[in-house]
T-cell receptor, first 117, second 115 residues
């Protein structure tokens, strides 16, 4: 397993266009998270899946944002009608559930950087 | 609501020296976890060290150790024998035991290592 993979690494789009990011978590991890990180700031929580169920969504996740995790494997994050304020790094992370020392420790992907012109 | 504050936007240290990064947090909860993550330029966030709030003993991972002061709500990271590869953004993060799906992050400290 090569860790958490995110695609694309960089995306430049024009305002108003739709974009979709993909995240492939570590295969044995059943929890998947999306965070957004703007320049000079720490990440902000967007949403969380346990298997295929989306259990939590931040108020930051406006109606233009939607995330899915069909079959509890990879996840997609779609942003519709992008705005310049959506420019950020979108981070995906995964973790396992359990009571071992490594449980629920997040492993992050390298992120997908979005630039909206 | 919980908050995490890192008051040092940037720190620099001579190679092989020791540096301490500061983090304070605010919470009314008693059961939580604290983390330090490292983010090298253009690379992913990597866990450096973590601390369970119920443990009095400070966590240590090789050259990295923490000073956890629960009453003061302080969680500093000490890096000993600094190496060029330690250069990165360092983020302090908090996770509630009850809302264990969400990390709350500080703004980060940029660590520069001088050769």
């Amino acid at each position: 397993d090569t860790g958490v993979s995110q695609d694309p690494r960089h995306k430049i789009t024009k305002r108003g266009q739709n974009v979709t990011f993909r995240c492939d978590p570590i295969s044995e991890h059943n929890r998947l998270y999306w965070y957004r990180q703007t320049l000079g700031q720490g990440p902000e929580f967007l949403t969380y899946f346990q298997n295929e169920a989306q259990l939590e969504k931040s108020r930051l996740l406006s109606d233009r944002f939607s995330a899915e995790r069909p079959k509890g494997s990879f996840s997609t994050l779609e942003i519709q009608r992008t705005e310049q304020g959506d420019s950020a790094m979108y981070l995906c992370a995964s973790s396992s559930r359990g009571r071992t020392s490594g449980a629920n420790v997040l492993t992050f992907g390298a992120g997908s950087r979005l630039t909206v012109l | 609501a919980q908050t995490v504050t890192q008051s040092q936007p940037e720190m620099s240290v001579q190679e092989a020296e020791t540096v301490t990064l500061s983090c304070t947090y605010d919470t009314s909860e008693s059961d939580y976890y604290l983390f330090w993550y490292k983010q090298p330029p253009s690379r992913q966030m990597i866990l450096v060290i973590r601390q369970e709030a119920y443990k009095q003993q400070n966590a240590t991972e090789n050259r990295f150790s923490v000073n956890f002061q629960k009453a003061a709500k302080s969680f500093s990271l000490k890096i000993s024998d600094s190496q060029l590869g330690d250069a990165a953004m360092y983020f302090c993060a908090y996770r509630s035991a009850s809302r264990n799906y969400q990390l709350i992050w500080g703004a980060g400290t940029k660590l520069i290592i001088k050769p």
